[in-house]
């Protein structure tokens, strides 16, 4: 009996494993995938979006390769420079993939509702970050991001609408969290505005003005403010997700 129950165990776990298995193939969770089809996927959304995108990799390929291979021939023995070369141009086609693939992501949302959420995606894990916040019928939208230089508020849409809509959510803020510093950003492609390909850079530039240990203070904070918030008048549909971003830039 002992004998059976064990062999029926076995299989069990035998079968859990295999549809596992089958699952993890056929997802598109990109937390499913292993590494070479991270790779993979990653190439064929960049491709996909940046045509030069081969260029530049088989460049940074060629190039390392070549440059190792010139050190070998005046230092002995010449193949294992061709080996360095060929496994630091792969690492270098790889450096490249991930620079061309953070401007395709950028490419792909451009324009689209909500897309500053891609851009707060690239933001480190110092950052809560906290998509549409409010919106309204316009689908004007307000992001918020809390970390090291204290909470920057985010506006896409009309330029007229969103500093409204900013100074407002400025004051609410400052109003739960009392001398902490808010910064207010619109983002968009015309003058004092900051870019959607430009926007995660510009908020890493800003001076820090608390510490790791306040952000979650201030964000625990904010979820009360964040509660008593109407329901978000956003359309139907599906809008850009930090994960898709996070997909095509980091692979995961």
Same mark, same amino acid.
Request: aromatic fraction near 6%; charged fraction near 25%; charge should be positive.
């Given at each position: 009996? @002992?004998?059976?129950?064990?062999?029926?165990?076995?299989?069990?776990? &035998?079968?859990?494993?295999?549809?596992?298995?089958?699952?993890?193939?056929?997802?598109? #969770?990109?937390? %499913?995938?292993?590494? +070479?089809?991270? !790779?993979?996927?990653?190439?064929?959304?960049?491709?996909?979006? #940046?045509?030069?995108?081969?260029?530049?990799?088989?460049?940074?390929?060629?190039?390392?390769?070549?440059? /190792?291979? +010139?050190?070998?021939? /005046?230092?002995?023995?010449?193949? $294992?420079?061709?080996? /360095? *070369?060929?496994? /630091?141009? +792969?690492?270098?086609?790889?450096? +490249?993939?991930?620079?061309?693939?953070?401007?395709?992501?950028?490419?792909?949302?451009?324009?689209?509702?909500?897309?500053?959420?891609?851009? =707060?995606?690239?933001?480190?894990?110092?950052?809560?970050?906290?998509?549409?916040?409010?919106?309204?019928?316009?689908?004007?939208?307000?992001?918020?991001?809390?970390?090291?230089?204290? !909470?920057?508020?985010?506006?896409? *849409? %009309?330029?007229?609408?969103?500093?409204?809509?900013?100074?407002?959510?400025?004051?609410?803020?400052?109003?739960?969290?009392?001398?902490?510093?808010?910064?207010?950003?619109?983002? *968009?492609?015309?003058?004092?505005?900051?870019?959607?390909?430009? $926007?995660?850079?510009?908020?890493?530039?800003?001076? &820090?003005?608390?510490?790791?240990?306040? !952000?979650? %203070?201030?964000?625990?904070?904010?979820?009360?403010? %964040?509660? =008593?918030?109407? &329901?978000?008048?956003?359309?139907?549909?599906?809008?850009?997700?930090? &994960? *898709?971003?996070? @997909? @095509?830039?980091?692979?995961?």
């Amino acid at each position: 009996m @002992a004998s059976e129950r064990a062999k029926q165990l076995a299989a069990e776990q &035998k079968a859990t494993k295999n549809a596992e298995k089958l699952r993890r193939k056929n997802s598109t #969770d990109p937390k %499913d995938w292993g590494q +070479v089809r991270q !790779i993979f996927e990653v190439y064929k959304v960049t491709a996909q979006h #940046d045509p030069k995108a081969n260029l530049y990799m088989g460049g940074a390929l060629v190039l390392t390769i070549v440059v /190792f291979t +010139v050190i070998g021939i /005046f230092i002995k023995p010449w193949w $294992l420079y061709l080996v /360095f *070369g060929i496994l /630091f141009g +792969v690492l270098a086609a790889m450096s +490249v993939l991930t620079w061309r693939a953070k401007s395709a992501t950028y490419k792909r949302y451009e324009g689209q509702k909500g897309s500053a959420e891609v851009a =707060m995606s690239m933001l480190s894990k110092d950052w809560v970050k906290s998509p549409v916040i409010t919106a309204n019928r316009q689908l004007d939208i307000v992001h918020r991001a809390v970390g090291p230089a204290g !909470i920057v508020l985010i506006g896409e *849409g %009309d330029p007229g609408r969103v500093r409204a809509m900013l100074a407002t959510e400025a004051k609410k803020h400052e109003q739960v969290k009392y001398g902490v510093k808010v910064t207010t950003i619109v983002m *968009g492609d015309r003058d004092n505005q900051v870019p959607l390909d430009k $926007l995660a850079d510009h908020i890493k530039k800003l001076p &820090k003005v608390i510490k790791t240990a306040e !952000i979650t %203070d201030i964000s625990n904070r904010l979820k009360a403010l %964040d509660s =008593m918030r109407p &329901k978000i008048p956003l359309p139907k549909g599906p809008m850009p997700t930090s &994960k *898709g971003a996070r @997909a @095509a830039v980091r692979g995961r």
